[in-house]
């Protein structure tokens, strides 16, 4: 039991780590690509780098924190321009060549030594060079603290059925909320959105009771970089709410389904196209940012690997979903550490060391993707009406 309880937080650790909202905000942005413009970029992770070194070299060479963010941002849009204008004419999958290609270039820019000065060639700028400004902004201070204080262990003395029945419970809300999600419960409208909100902070509660987290208040992995990083997925998620709900994101389902149609009602389907990459492009970028914060900028790590990544969780989500991005990418991270913890501790070392844990988690991962896309292609939250594109 105990065994299981650790394996248990270590998901949970993984599930709120600041890397996973990086990860879900650039998904959320690919959501805007692909789900529902229809766009098949593959280069969001070139979008992350150039947020992340824009950010990172700023702050390196003297200049303040929030105007790193601002030259962050203002990459990312500048690679949207030049990467849309004379690519968003293409379909399919001439145009996921291009941008995958793209991300390859600026990732190869990245590991020069020419610009080492600039990016730190292959080994990147180490986190300490850029840290220290956002870590200045926290309003938690030093020393540690767990987010819920009373957690199973103060239930009698933490016993086994008490963990048992805490997390019957917990998928029991899981599936309510699901249900709730894709309108099986027989709600729409403010009820949907009432017993969503009521479900999920219910369920958050509960899970912070059953796996208690705790860290350093301000730290390089601690509550600040944390609460700061899903706050961005929070308001990431509402933006596209908005957007997706205004006559903007019905012409951007229009162009996915079918851009001919759009045209001839005199819609320029070229600009629509722009506006969604730009848009997607500064998530993706936003998402670079938070995901340096608690590490190193290094090129390697925002490559082609890295969109593969976004598009798995896109794709277990549910394309064309408001939160299916950010239910794919915790699914997807914290099921792929739930697989390397079990293995290391089920499985004797002289038969898979660690690093071979590793690379059978993202296996196992990739097998349920397969089976998802066969059969269940729309993900969680999907909808088959939403899977119809114009490429």
Known sequence: MDTLQGILNGMMREAISPQTAAVAIAVIGLNIHLGFTGLLNFGQAGFMLLGAYGMAISVWHGLPFALGILLGLAAALIFALVLGVPTLKLRGDYLAIVTISAAEILRYI??????????????????????????????????????????????????????????????????????????????????????????????????????????????????????????????????????????????????????????????????????????????????????????????DSMGRTLTFFCYTALLIGGAATIFGPVLGAVIFYTARIGIKYTLSAYVPSDWMNNQQTEQFSYIVVGVALMLIVIFRPQGILGNKRELRFDV
């Not at 262990?153 to 699901?178: K, N």
């Not at 722009?274 to 940012?289: C, K, N, T, W």
């Open 110 to 299: 990245g590991r020069s030594s020419l610009l080492s000065d600039f990016t730190g060639a292959a080994q990147g700028i180490p986190g300490s060079q850029y840290r220290e400004p956002f870590t200045n902004l926290s309003i938690f201070g030093s020393g540690s603290f767990t987010l819920i204080p009373f957690n199973y262990a103060d239930v009698a003395d933490g016993a086994a059925w008490v963990r048992i029945i805490g997390w019957l419970l917990l998928v029991a809300l899981i599936v309510a909320l699901v249900l709730v999600l894709r309108g099986r419960a027989g709600l729409a409208g403010g009820a949907k959105i009432g017993a969503a909100t009521v479900i999920s902070v219910v369920g958050v509660f509960l899970l912070f009771f059953l796996f208690p987290v705790p860290g350093q208040s301000t730290g390089v992995n601690g509550w600040w970089v944390r609460v700061v990083a899903w706050t961005l997925v929070a308001i990431s998620t509402f933006v596209v709410f908005l957007l997706v709900r205004s006559p903007w994101g019905r012409l951007l389902r229009g162009v996915r389904e079918d851009e001919d149609a759009i045209r001839s009602l005199g819609k320029n389907v070229f600009s629509i196209k722009m506006q969604a990459l730009v848009i997607g492009g500064l998530f993706g970028a936003i998402g670079g940012m938070i995901y340096v914060l608690p590490a190193s900028t290094q090129p």
